[in-house]
């Protein structure tokens, strides 16, 4: 559906571009936002490669374990109709914990691989399970201490205090994430979950698995 309403706009820019023949006018803002991205792009890769260093060494140092230990009784409230060592709470975890500190791109993946096993738990493929919801809206709201892909992109762009959206980021992102919650909460009350399935890869027996402590770690 996203693809077809950009092609949309781009057929209605250049049909109106045509029509008032500004149609070089077209091209050079293709070619400036071309060019536009490709600068963005090198200016973020600096810092998500410092930040995800810094996770890195989080992993291999237990923080992030750690962090996901002290997000398990929110995380198992949030998600009840998940079995507690199912795969996809270790994934929603690390997620989370990314999602926390800033790195969208990092979280990206595990917050798939969550949508993955959760749809092995769910008893109707074609709709999505409340639990399948919570992580969306989490995931969109997301409470975040740094904003690691903001302050690059203003870092990019010569902001004189790129750091300084901090505070405000923090709130913002706290408010809409209290918001998600009790929508979540309103929705689970009105529509009874369904009983989901035993899936393939659920249960206990994964040892290792993104469920364990160790799964977090490697999950990363």
């Excluded at 990019?156 to 979540?184: C, K, Q, R």
């Excluded at 393939?200 to 490697?218: D, L, Q």
Aim: net charge positive.
């Amino acid at each position: 559906m996203v693809n077809w309403i950009w092609l949309l706009l781009i057929v209605i820019s250049i049909v109106f571009a045509a029509a008032t023949g500004r149609v070089e006018a077209v091209t050079e803002a293709a070619f400036d936002g071309a060019k536009t991205g490709v600068t963005v792009s090198f200016g973020l890769i600096s810092i998500l490669v410092f930040w995800l260093g810094i996770m890195r060494i989080g992993e291999d140092a237990g923080l992030l374990a750690k962090l996901a230990s002290l997000l398990s009784p929110l995380v198992r409230f949030l998600f009840p109709d998940v079995p507690k060592n199912h795969p996809a709470m270790g994934y929603i975890m690390t997620n989370m914990s990314a999602n926390i500190l800033g790195l969208g791109n990092a979280a990206t993946p595990m917050g798939i691989k969550a949508m993955q096993e959760l749809q092995k738990l769910n008893p109707d493929k074609d709709t999505a399970t409340p639990a399948m919801c919570t992580l969306l809206a989490l995931n969109t709201s997301s409470i975040t201490l740094i904003p690691t892909t903001l302050i690059a992109i203003r870092m990019n762009f010569g902001s004189a205090h790129p750091a300084e959206i901090v505070g405000t980021t923090l709130i913002a992102t706290a408010i809409a994430t209290v918001a998600a919650i009790l929508a979540d909460r309103w929705y689970r009350r009105r529509v009874p979950p369904p009983k989901l399935t035993t899936g393939i890869g659920g249960g206990s027996g994964h040892e290792g698995g993104p469920g364990s402590p160790k799964g977090v770690n490697g999950g990363v």
